[in-house]
C-alpha cells in the first residue's frame, strides 16, 4: 500500500515523554546476560535521546567481583550506539560517570544494609529496582529490601520506590500467589511493575490503536462476522544454550502464560473505560477469567504438544531437542504447543481462538489474524466458482511489523470474476525505521511511574489458572502424548488436524 508519512495525522504528539524527577536504577543480576544485552544498553538509548533527567544514576548489584571501573569497561563494550552513531568519547564521557556497581550477596542482610548506605551517598533518592537474576533469586532480593527498610511501602509521593520484576513469574498458579505474596508483603501493588517485553513492541500496543480508534473494525469484531481467530508466536532458535533453564520450564509456561496470553487480551478484550492503566488492566483481567478452563485430556480438550526432532533451518542441520546440551536424553518438556481457546463470554461464544508456538519452526514470525466469516452463499458464493476466500486481517507483530487486510476485487477482463488481493502496510515503509527496543519503552514507563504494560497480580494469576489447566493434561503423558516434528517445519501434522476439524487452515504454513 502506498503509504507515506504525510498521510499519517497524529491524535497525540506528547510521545516524547522525559522523566521529571532524578532517580536512581538499581539492577540486580547486573553482570548477567538481560543486563548486558538489553537493559543497560536500553537506558543508554534513553539517555542520548534526552528521555531521562540529567541527574540519573545507575547501580549494578550481582556476587561478581568488580569495581566501579570494571563495570563501566564492562557496559562500554556491550553498547553498540547513539541514534545510530558510534558512541563518540563525549556522549561515553557523559554516561559512564553514571554508572557503579555493588558486590553482594542476595540473600545476606548486611549486604542490603551496606547496600543503603552507598545509596544513602549522594545518590538520587528515587529508586526503580530491576530484579535482572534467576527467579530463585527474586524472594530473597525483596526480602533484603524490605529488611533493610528499602522499599517504602505505603509511603505515598516523593521520594519514590518501584520494583521491575523479570519473568517468569511463577511456574503455576500456586508459585505465582506465593510470589505475589512476597512481593506484595514488602511492596503495594502500585509499586510493582510486572514485566512482559510483548507489551513494550510498538505493534503489541498498536492492537489497541487499530481496534479502537478505527471505526470499521470494533464493529465486526465478534462472533457474527468473526469465524475463527489465529495467533502465532514461531521462533527459528533452539535453546540457544540454555537447555537446562528451558527444559525446567517448557514452552506454555515460557511463551503462552504471559506473551501468548497478552496478545489473546489485547485482540480479544473488551473497550476499556478509559486509557488509565486500571481500566485497560480490568479488562484484561475480565478476558481472561473469561477463557474455558482446558480438560485434563489433551486430545479432547485439543491440545497439541511436541518436541523437536533433527532438520534443517535455513539451509543448516541443526540436532533435535533430545540431543541439546544439558536437556536430559528421556525429557517430557515441549517445545511446541497448539490449542484451541474458547471465551465464554457475550462477544465471542462459540469462536475458535487457536494459539500456537514453538522453537525451531520454519520462520521466526508473531503474528495475529482475524479470520471472518464468508459471505452468504449466493452471488459470488455460489457453483461452479465456488466459495470466496474469507477476508482476513493479520497483524505482524514482528518481524517486518505491520499489517495486511486480505480482500476480493474483480479480476480484469471479460465477464465478473473475482481474486483475492492483499493490502499491505508495513511500519518501516511509512515511519522509516525499526521501532525501538521493547525495554526502553518498559523502563521509560516504570521511570515514569506508568503501569499500564505491565501485568497486575490479578491479571498474572488469572493467566496462571487457565495454563495450569493445561499443565495438568501435560502431567499424563497417556493423555497428553508428545508428538515430534522436524526442525524447520510447522510443528506436528496434527496442530494442523486441529484446525481442519473446523474447516480451517493456519494462515502461516508451508506454502
Ligand atoms: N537474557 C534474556 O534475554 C532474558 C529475556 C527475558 C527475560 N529474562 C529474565 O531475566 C532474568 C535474568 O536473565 P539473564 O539471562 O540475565 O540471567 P543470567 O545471566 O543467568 O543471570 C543474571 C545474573 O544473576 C546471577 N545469577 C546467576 N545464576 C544465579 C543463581 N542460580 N542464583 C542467583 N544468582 C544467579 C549472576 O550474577 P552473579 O553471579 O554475579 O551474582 C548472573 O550474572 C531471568 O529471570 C530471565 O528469565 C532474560
Given at each position: 500500500?502506498?503509504?507515506?508519512?504525510?498521510?499519517?495525522?497524529?491524535s497525540d504528539n506528547s510521545a516524547r515523554l522525559r522523566v521529571p524527577e532524578a532517580f536512581t536504577l538499581v539492577v540486580f543480576g547486573a553482570s548477567g546476560d538481560l543486563a548486558r544485552r538489553k537493559l543497560i544498553p536500553a537506558v543508554f538509548a534513553l539517555h542520548c535521546q534526552g528521555l531521562l533527567p540529567?541527574?540519573?544514576?545507575?547501580?549494578?548489584?550481582?556476587?561478581?567481583?568488580?569495581?566501579?571501573?570494571?563495570?563501566?569497561?564492562?557496559?562500554?563494550?556491550?553498547?553498540?550506539?547513539?541514534?545510530?552513531?558510534?558512541?563518540?568519547?563525549?556522549?561515553?564521557?557523559?554516561?559512564?560517570?553514571?554508572?557503579?556497581?555493588?558486590?553482594?550477596?542476595?540473600?545476606?542482610?548486611?549486604?542490603?544494609?551496606?547496600?543503603?548506605?552507598?545509596?544513602?551517598?549522594?545518590?538520587?533518592?528515587?529508586?526503580?529496582?530491576?530484579?535482572?537474576?534467576?527467579?530463585?533469586?527474586?524472594?530473597?532480593?525483596?526480602?533484603?529490601?524490605?529488611?533493610?527498610?528499602?522499599?517504602?511501602?505505603?509511603?505515598?509521593?516523593?521520594?519514590?520506590?518501584?520494583?521491575?520484576?523479570?519473568?517468569?513469574?511463577?511456574?503455576?498458579?500456586?508459585?505465582?500467589?506465593?510470589?505475589?505474596?512476597?512481593?506484595?508483603?514488602?511492596?503495594?501493588?502500585?509499586?510493582?511493575?510486572?514485566?512482559?517485553?510483548?507489551?513494550?513492541?510498538?505493534?503489541?500496543?498498536?492492537?489497541?490503536?487499530?481496534?479502537?480508534?478505527?471505526?470499521?473494525?470494533?464493529?465486526?469484531?465478534?462472533?457474527?462476522?468473526?469465524?475463527?481467530?489465529?495467533?502465532?508466536?514461531?521462533?527459528?532458535?533452539?535453546?540457544?544454550?540454555?537447555?537446562?533453564?528451558?527444559?525446567?520450564?517448557?514452552?506454555?509456561?515460557?511463551?503462552?502464560?504471559?506473551?501468548?496470553?497478552?496478545?489473546?487480551?489485547?485482540?480479544?478484550?473488551?473497550?476499556?473505560?478509559?486509557?488509565?492503566?486500571?481500566?485497560?488492566?480490568?479488562?484484561?483481567?475480565?478476558?481472561?477469567?473469561?477463557?474455558?478452563?482446558?480438560?485434563?485430556?489433551?486430545?479432547?480438550?485439543?491440545?497439541?504438544?511436541?518436541?523437536?526432532?533433527?532438520?534443517?533451518?535455513?539451509?543448516?542441520?541443526?540436532?533435535?531437542?533430545?540431543?541439546?546440551?544439558?536437556?536430559?536424553?528421556?525429557?517430557?518438556?515441549?517445545?511446541?504447543?497448539?490449542?484451541?481457546?474458547?471465551?465464554?463470554?457475550?462477544?465471542?461464544?462459540?469462536?475458535?481462538?487457536?494459539?500456537?508456538?514453538?522453537?525451531?519452526?520454519?520462520?521466526?514470525?508473531?503474528?495475529?489474524?482475524?479470520?471472518?466469516?464468508?459471505?452468504?452463499?449466493?452471488?459470488?458464493?455460489?457453483?461452479?466458482?465456488?466459495?470466496?476466500?474469507?477476508?482476513?486481517?493479520?497483524?505482524?507483530?514482528?518481524?517486518?511489523?505491520?499489517?495486511?487486510?486480505?480482500?476480493?476485487?474483480?479480476?480484469?477482463?471479460?465477464?465478473?470474476?473475482?481474486?483475492?488481493?492483499?493490502?499491505?502496510?508495513?511500519?518501516?515503509?511509512?515511519?522509516?525505521?525499526?521501532?525501538?527496543?521493547?525495554?526502553?519503552?518498559?523502563?521509560?514507563?516504570a521511570a515514569l511511574g506508568d503501569p499500564t504494560l505491565f501485568t497486575r497480580n490479578d491479571e498474572v494469576e488469572a493467566a496462571w489458572r487457565f495454563i495450569t489447566s493445561i499443565l495438568e493434561g501435560f502431567e499424563s503423558p497417556l493423555a497428553c502424548r508428545m508428538l515430534s516434528y522436524p526442525a524447520g517445519?510447522?510443528?506436528?501434522?496434527?496442530?494442523?488436524?486441529?484446525?481442519?476439524?473446523?474447516?480451517?487452515?493456519?494462515?502461516?504454513?508451508?506454502?
Amino acid at each position: 500500500m502506498a503509504l507515506t508519512i504525510e498521510d499519517i495525522t497524529f491524535s497525540d504528539n506528547s510521545a516524547r515523554l522525559r522523566v521529571p524527577e532524578a532517580f536512581t536504577l538499581v539492577v540486580f543480576g547486573a553482570s548477567g546476560d538481560l543486563a548486558r544485552r538489553k537493559l543497560i544498553p536500553a537506558v543508554f538509548a534513553l539517555h542520548c535521546q534526552g528521555l531521562l533527567p540529567e541527574d540519573f544514576a545507575v547501580l549494578g548489584f550481582a556476587r561478581t567481583p568488580m569495581s566501579d571501573e570494571e563495570f563501566r569497561a564492562r557496559v562500554r563494550d556491550s553498547l553498540d550506539g547513539c541514534k545510530g552513531e558510534p558512541v563518540s568519547p563525549e556522549q561515553w564521557e557523559r554516561f559512564t560517570s553514571r554508572l557503579h556497581y555493588f558486590s553482594g550477596q542476595y540473600d545476606r542482610a548486611a549486604d542490603y544494609a551496606t547496600l543503603r548506605d552507598r545509596l544513602a551517598d549522594g545518590l538520587p533518592e528515587n529508586r526503580l529496582f530491576y530484579l535482572a537474576t534467576p527467579p530463585e533469586s527474586f524472594v530473597p532480593v525483596v526480602r533484603g529490601l524490605a529488611g533493610a527498610d528499602l522499599t517504602r511501602k505505603g509511603a505515598a509521593g516523593a521520594p519514590w520506590a518501584r520494583v521491575i520484576v523479570e519473568k517468569p513469574f511463577g511456574r503455576d498458579l500456586a508459585g505465582a500467589q506465593a510470589l505475589n505474596g512476597e512481593i506484595l508483603s514488602a511492596f503495594d501493588e502500585r509499586q510493582v511493575f510486572r514485566i512482559d517485553h510483548y507489551l513494550g513492541k510498538e505493534t503489541v500496543q498498536n492492537l489497541l490503536v487499530l481496534r479502537f480508534a478505527n471505526a470499521i473494525f470494533e464493529p465486526l469484531w465478534n462472533l457474527k462476522y468473526v469465524d475463527h481467530v489465529q495467533l502465532t508466536v514461531a521462533e527459528t532458535i533452539g535453546v540457544e544454550g540454555r537447555g537446562g533453564t528451558f527444559d525446567r520450564a517448557g514452552i506454555l509456561r515460557d511463551m503462552v502464560q504471559n506473551h501468548l496470553m497478552q496478545l489473546l487480551c489485547l485482540a480479544a478484550m473488551e473497550p476499556p473505560l478509559t486509557l488509565s492503566a486500571e481500566a485497560i488492566r480490568d479488562e484484561k483481567v475480565r478476558l481472561l477469567r473469561s477463557l474455558r478452563p482446558q480438560g485434563p485430556q489433551c486430545a479432547a480438550s485439543g491440545v497439541v504438544r511436541g518436541q523437536y526432532a533433527a532438520g534443517t533451518i535455513d539451509g543448516r542441520s541443526v540436532p533435535g531437542y533430545l540431543q541439546e546440551p544439558n536437556v536430559p536424553a528421556d525429557s517430557q518438556t515441549e517445545t511446541f504447543v497448539a490449542f484451541q481457546a474458547h471465551i465464554d463470554n457475550w462477544r465471542w461464544a462459540g469462536v475458535p481462538f487457536y494459539l500456537r508456538t514453538g522453537k525451531r519452526l520454519a520462520k521466526k514470525v508473531t503474528e495475529v489474524s482475524v479470520h471472518f466469516r464468508p459471505v452468504p452463499q449466493v452471488l459470488f458464493n455460489l457453483p461452479p466458482v465456488g466459495p470466496q476466500a474469507p477476508n482476513v486481517l493479520a497483524i505482524r507483530i514482528q518481524p517486518d511489523e505491520g499489517i495486511s487486510l486480505a480482500f476480493q476485487v474483480k479480476q480484469p477482463g471479460p465477464g465478473l470474476r473475482s481474486g483475492t488481493l492483499k493490502m499491505d502496510f508495513s511500519y518501516a515503509e511509512a515511519f522509516g525505521s525499526a521501532p525501538p527496543d521493547a525495554y526502553q519503552r518498559l523502563l521509560l514507563d516504570a521511570a515514569l511511574g506508568d503501569p499500564t504494560l505491565f501485568t497486575r497480580n490479578d491479571e498474572v494469576e488469572a493467566a496462571w489458572r487457565f495454563i495450569t489447566s493445561i499443565l495438568e493434561g501435560f502431567e499424563s503423558p497417556l493423555a497428553c502424548r508428545m508428538l515430534s516434528y522436524p526442525a524447520g517445519s510447522w510443528g506436528p501434522p496434527e496442530a494442523d488436524a486441529l484446525l481442519r476439524a473446523d474447516g480451517a487452515r493456519w494462515h502461516l504454513r508451508e506454502e
